[in-house]
């Protein structure tokens, strides 16, 4: 693969009010960078909403829509036809948390994809409500501890990127900070892509709602691939396929144990050994059945 | 200057068409369904150059025009009842981001019991919200209004959305003959093109919505308020530019018989037929009674109604919506525009014609012997 380098140029200013070591921010800066300036960001209520800081300045060098929690992805519809009737370019994108995404926003999101829109959406996954005080979302993990979960969430991780490439759009991927060079890649692929809504779920290490030391980020994002607890991958009209290091992940000795990335945490220091033995178990199963549908592929 | 056989809601859409708006996206509800379908027609038959949003909700409605808006797309949308309320986060997104949307409200009861008739508390929920609300009476009114609306909005001092209401199956459905406007004419009339500055561009990054803090907020909704004001004279100036344009002539309402009348009716939508029947019943018999017909309910013509009241020793709101613990909105308004003015006038604010309930000049000679029969009591509701 050619060496990539990356734009110098920063859409995301100084300035901005993000905690410390958010991985939100991380994934902006180069999700921007991978898009250019002729970019919309449409964002609903979520951290990002405040990272922004306040009216009537933006810590965005781009044009922002800032839209009611449940309406990002009808806004971006709307602007997407908009700026396509009045002969003006540019990408649209959608930048939601998984609250806004996986619970009160999919609705909209749904339409969206149905329509075949062409709109980037990308949620931003910290895996919990965490502009609100760290609630329990549809896209918190297994036993993860929420403010509204005090002894861990006993329901499980919504699986969106499987939900949205049932709607038959022409592209869904994951990204990770860890892996900024993959991120460039794949959101300039979608970008690329015209016909339809693109859909990237991104992991989003938070260090206040997971309870971890802000200089931890990128490691707790590596170690998410590397234990197979977060799969880097792509679905290209329909095909699935794994990459980045995920690739080599299929082979079981090859991921490292799921506790080195649940010990480093805080909203998974009160699992039990039995705990952690069943998410170990939930992983492998997940990655049996990445391995089923990888070689269904390939008959 | 072409005249048609129209519903209140094919009304509608031909006024979108006449307006070209370039995106409009709905929702279907009952009764307001048939004008997004003439809408779709026109746009499918070529009658009409602009993009439909077929959305998945209300909510979704609203979002996707605000979006089409906020880069300079000229929008309409229309709903009802349920759908309004559905939508009505977004509603107050749109007011607030300050986009020159147009929609047309089918004036619908909410349930619960499910009702599909008239009223119209879902049009009174959107009175604080920062829109320019007008009320349509017919067709031809419809019509008028819709385009009318356009010119309000985009004012460049005004630039706050727009809304026509009016009543569900009484208007909506029924069929009137309705004078289409000139399109040369017309063109004259609405705003050109572009003649208002998008907020989102890429050559200028800007951001709309972003969190304020009280002293930028306060700030932003203090503009709006004085773009409301500012929107009266830009109502009054396209109304009277309207007229020039189509040869109709409206105000902020209409008042008959009003001059030497000790009782005036306050009506605004359908009931206004019935009451100009009691109305005139009533002078045959040498009753000095008037009738007003509201189509200007936000910004709200205080003034203007409270002069126009001036004389009359018993003012009676015929108010179409279920209120309780108070009076109705309409009603709540005139008292106000009453009090204002410092006028002798005796309101009488009556609740009537709820959830489609038909109202018939007689329900209205009724109204008129109790209010004359038994002055003590101010608000109640008729059957
Ligand atoms: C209709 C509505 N309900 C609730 C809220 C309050 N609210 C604002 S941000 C937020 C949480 C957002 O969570 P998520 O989408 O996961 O993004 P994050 O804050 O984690 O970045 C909530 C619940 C709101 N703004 N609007
Ligand atoms: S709470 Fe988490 S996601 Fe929100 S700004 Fe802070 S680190 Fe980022």
Not at chain 1, 233 to 240: A, L, T
Not at chain 2, 249 to 274: K, N
């Amino acid at each position: 693969m050619a060496h990539r380098v990356f734009p110098r140029e920063e859409y995301l200013l100084k300035g901005h009010a993000a905690c410390p070591g958010c991985g939100a921010t991380l994934l902006l800066r180069h999700v921007l960078k991978a898009l250019g300036p002729d970019t919309y960001l449409v964002i609903p209520a979520c951290c990002t909403s405040v990272i922004a800081g306040p009216h009537p300045r933006s810590a965005f060098k781009v044009p922002v829509l800032h839209i009611a929690f449940a309406a990002s992805a009808a806004a971006a519809s709307g602007m997407v036809e908009a700026l396509d009737r009045l002969g003006k370019p540019g990408n649209v994108v959608v930048w939601a948390g998984d609250g806004g995404t996986v619970d009160i926003g999919l609705q909209a999101l749904s339409g969206a994809a149905e329509r075949g829109h062409n709109i980037i959406y990308i949620c931003y996954d910290n895996e919990a409500y965490m502009n609100t005080g760290i609630q329990k979302s549809g896209s918190t993990p297994y036993k993860a501890w929420t403010t509204t979960t005090p002894l861990g969430n006993p329901g499980f991780k919504k699986d969106l990127p499987s939900i949205m490439a049932a709607h038959r759009i022409p592209y869904v991927a994951t990204i990770n900070p860890a892996y900024p060079n993959d991120i460039l890649y794949k959101l300039r692929k979608a970008s690329g892509i015209k016909g339809g809504l693109k859909y990237i779920h991104a992991f989003s290490p938070c260090p206040p709602g997971w309870r971890y030391d802000p200089s931890l980020t990128v490691k707790i994002a590596r170690l998410a691939v590397e234990t197979g607890i977060w799969v880097l991958y792509e679905v290209e009209d329909g095909r699935f396929s794994l990459t980045g290091p995920s690739r080599s992940l299929i082979k079981k000795e090859n991921r490292k144990p799921v506790s080195e990335y649940l010990r480093v945490q805080g909203r998974f220091s009160h699992l039990t050994q039995e705990d952690v033995d069943e998410i170990q178990r939930l992983v492998d199963e997940q990655w049996e059945r990445i391995e089923e549908l990888i070689s269904e592929e390939k008959k | 200057m072409s005249r048609l056989l129209l519903t209140g809601n094919y009304a509608a859409a031909y006024a979108v068409r006449d307006a070209e708006p370039d995106v409009v996206s709905a929702y279907p509800i009952t009764p307001q369904t048939p004008i997004i379908e003439k809408i779709a027609e026109f746009i499918e038959s070529g009658e009409l150059s602009a993009k439909f949003v077929r959305v998945e909700s209300e909510h979704s409605a609203m979002a996707a025009l605000i979006g089409a808006a906020s880069v300079g797309a000229r929008t309409y949308t229309a709903t009802s009842s349920q759908g309004l309320f559905y939508m009505y986060e977004v509603v107050w997104w749109a007011s607030g981001a300050r986009l020159p949307i147009v929609m047309g409200v089918v004036t619908r009861a909410l349930g619960p019991p499910w009702s599909i008739w008239t009223e119209h508390s879902d049009f009174y929920a959107l009175r604080d919200s920062g829109w320019n609300m007008f009320f349509a009476s017919s067709a031809q009114e419809v019509y008028d209004f819709t385009l009318i609306s356009y010119r309000v909005a985009e004012d460049s001092r005004v630039l706050l959305p727009t809304l026509v209401g009016w009543d569900a199956f009484e208007v909506s459905h029924t069929y009137e003959p309705v004078a289409l406007a000139d399109m040369d004419k017309l063109r004259s009339f609405l705003p050109p093109k572009g003649s208002w500055k998008p907020l989102l561009e890429a050559s200028e990054p800007g951001s709309l919505g972003n969190l304020a803090y009280p002293d930028e907020y306060i700030k932003v909704r203090l503009e709006m308020r004085r773009a409301s004001e500012r929107a009266k004279n830009a109502v009054e100036e396209a109304l009277r530019l309207y007229s020039s344009v189509t040869g109709r002539s409206y105000w902020f309402f209409d008042c008959i018989l009003c001059e030497d009348a000790d009782t005036v009716f306050v009506v605004q939508g359908s009931v206004f037929g019935e009451a100009l029947r009691a109305v005139e019943e009533l002078r045959s018999r040498g009753e000095k009674v008037g009738l007003v017909k509201l189509w200007v309910y936000r910004p709200f013509p205080f003034g203007e109604l409270g002069r126009a009241l001036e004389g009359a020793k018993r003012v009676v709101v015929l108010a179409r919506a279920s209120v309780f613990g108070s009076l109705s909105p309409l009603g709540a308004d005139v008292a106000s525009a009453l009090k204002l003015r410092e006028t002798q006038a005796k309101l009488f604010d009556v609740v009537l014609g709820v959830g489609g309930v038909d109202v018939k000049a007689e329900d209205i000679l009724g109204v008129y012997r109790k209010v004359l029969d038994d002055g003590e009591r101010s608000f109640w509701w008729v059957r």
